[in-house]
């Protein structure tokens, strides 16, 4: 029986066992209407009675995307909306910008049983949303194997953009030259037009248009100028320019015909004479160095010398200071009016203040 304690009266409810002690039923094509108590009865003395209640998921609907214009033009505002009914508990909803997932504004309303779930993603679309999917996917525990999604796909129109694309780097007189525009629009661009200097090209003869591309055959200096390429569609115009020069074709000098120089003999006069005179002669700078360690080793050699030269002058002046004095001769010593030796000696080292009167007498 199910909770209206009646004894159930369904073609979908089937049989499958009865025993002593078990019974089991089978319910085909489940509705939310079969949720419920469901409660078996074994009348025995006494009665036994077991229930279970009978959960119905509600499946979400495939969902569906409004809301996308088609075309769109770069720099519309946009807002898609996805939506999906019937799920119990409420699906969740998730958006996919090609592989990338973005987040929308999610909105969950009952309807009896079940849910209507839907979510709003708001763009301001550009050129780069050209040819991007957006994706809707529906998560619920009753798809867990198979979620469902829809997709739409965003057309975007936008002006064109031009490029000139040149196939030399440095152009020189004589050489084949291509210039390409390459232009990118939604719709594509009309058939572009080239001019030069702002008016048409002056000689169709060499320079070829073809399509997209302007080909010189053969260049020369006559073809310098601006060269303008411009391309257009419904939603707006687009130009690109190019300033071609063209350069001289670099000339090839002929072999020089300058005799040799022949070597002059070892003359040590020319050779101080070149060295002279040459102001960018290079020199050994190993033999600048060792030049500048012999003049040192010189210099120093002289301030010593110099230096022993001073101290023996000092030395030699002290000494004759110390023995300045007056001095006699062996004959003049035996005179009578000669001073005996005490008195020398007393002289000697006596009388300091009158040091510089001393005598000295040899005995």
């Given at each position: 029986?199910?909770?209206?304690?009646?004894?159930?009266?369904?073609?979908?409810?089937?049989?499958?066992?009865?025993?002593?002690?078990?019974?089991?039923?089978?319910?085909?094509?489940?509705?939310?209407?079969?949720?419920?108590?469901?409660?078996?009865?074994?009348?025995?003395?006494?009665?036994?009675?077991?229930?279970?209640?009978?959960?119905?998921?509600?499946?979400?609907?495939?969902?569906?995307?409004?809301?996308?214009?088609?075309?769109?033009?770069?720099?519309?505002?946009?807002?898609?909306?996805?939506?999906?009914?019937?799920?119990?508990?409420?699906?969740?909803?998730?958006?996919?910008?090609?592989?990338?997932?973005?987040?929308?504004?999610?909105?969950?309303?009952?309807?009896?049983?079940?849910?209507?779930?839907?979510?709003?993603?708001?763009?301001?679309?550009?050129?780069?949303?050209?040819?991007?999917?957006?994706?809707?996917?529906v998560d619920h525990v009753a798809l867990a194997l198979a979620p469902q999604q829809a997709t739409e796909v965003l057309e975007v129109q936008y002006a064109p953009r031009v490029e000139i694309i040149h196939s030399l780097e440095v152009p020189q007189e004589g050489q084949y030259l291509k210039l390409e525009c390459l232009s990118k629009g939604n719709?594509?661009?009309?058939?572009?037009?080239?001019?030069?200097?702002?008016?048409?090209?002056?000689?169709?003869?060499?320079?070829?248009?073809?399509?997209?591309?302007?080909?010189?055959?053969?260049?020369?200096?006559?073809?310098?100028?601006?060269?303008?390429?411009?391309?257009?569609?419904?939603?707006?115009?687009?130009?690109?320019?190019?300033?071609?020069?063209?350069?001289?074709?670099?000339?090839?000098?002929?072999?020089?015909?300058?005799?040799?120089?022949?070597?002059?003999?070892?003359?040590?006069?020319?050779?101080?004479?070149?060295?002279?005179?040459d102001p960018t002669d290079s020199r050994d700078p190993n033999a600048l160095g060792q030049h500048g360690t012999d003049h040192a080793l010189i210099g120093g050699v002289v301030a010593v010398v110099v230096f022993v030269t001073l101290c023996l002058i000092i030395v030699l002046g002290r000494y004759l200071a110390r023995h300045k004095g007056t001095?006699?001769?062996?004959?003049?010593?035996?005179?009578?009016?000669?001073?005996?030796?005490?008195?020398?000696?007393?002289?000697?080292?006596?009388?300091?203040?009158?040091?510089?009167?001393?005598?000295?007498?040899?005995?």
């Amino acid at each position: 029986m199910s909770d209206s304690d009646k004894a159930l009266r369904d073609n979908r409810i089937e049989l499958v066992r009865a025993s002593s002690s078990e019974l089991t039923i089978s319910i085909s094509d489940v509705s939310l209407s079969d949720e419920g108590m469901y409660t078996c009865s074994l009348f025995t003395m006494p009665v036994r009675t077991a229930k279970a209640y009978l959960t119905v998921l509600g499946v979400p609907e495939k969902p569906e995307i409004n809301g996308l214009k088609k075309p769109a033009v770069e720099g519309d505002y946009i807002t898609l909306t996805c939506i999906t009914q019937g799920s119990k508990p409420a699906a969740d909803l998730r958006w996919f910008r090609n592989e990338k997932e973005v987040k929308g504004a999610k909105e969950v309303n009952a309807e009896g049983k079940t849910f209507k779930v839907q979510s709003s993603l708001q763009l301001h679309v550009d050129r780069n949303d050209d040819g991007v999917a957006y994706t809707c996917r529906v998560d619920h525990v009753a798809l867990a194997l198979a979620p469902q999604q829809a997709t739409e796909v965003l057309e975007v129109q936008y002006a064109p953009r031009v490029e000139i694309i040149h196939s030399l780097e440095v152009p020189q007189e004589g050489q084949y030259l291509k210039l390409e525009c390459l232009s990118k629009g939604n719709p594509s661009p009309d058939p572009v037009m080239w001019t030069k200097d702002g008016v048409e090209l002056p000689d169709l003869d060499r320079m070829i248009v073809d399509g997209r591309e302007l080909t010189f055959t053969s260049l020369n200096k006559t073809d310098n100028g601006t060269y303008r390429c411009e391309a257009s569609n419904h939603l707006g115009r687009s130009s690109a320019e190019y300033v071609l020069y063209v350069y001289d074709v670099p000339t090839t000098l002929p072999p020089s015909t300058t005799p040799l120089l022949h070597p002059i003999p070892p003359d040590s006069t020319a050779q101080l004479s070149t060295h002279a005179s040459d102001p960018t002669d290079s020199r050994d700078p190993n033999a600048l160095g060792q030049h500048g360690t012999d003049h040192a080793l010189i210099g120093g050699v002289v301030a010593v010398v110099v230096f022993v030269t001073l101290c023996l002058i000092i030395v030699l002046g002290r000494y004759l200071a110390r023995h300045k004095g007056t001095y006699l001769t062996n004959e003049a010593k035996g005179a009578d009016d000669a001073p005996d030796a005490d008195t020398a000696i007393i002289n000697a080292e006596g009388n300091h203040a009158h040091a510089e009167e001393k005598k000295e007498y040899f005995i």
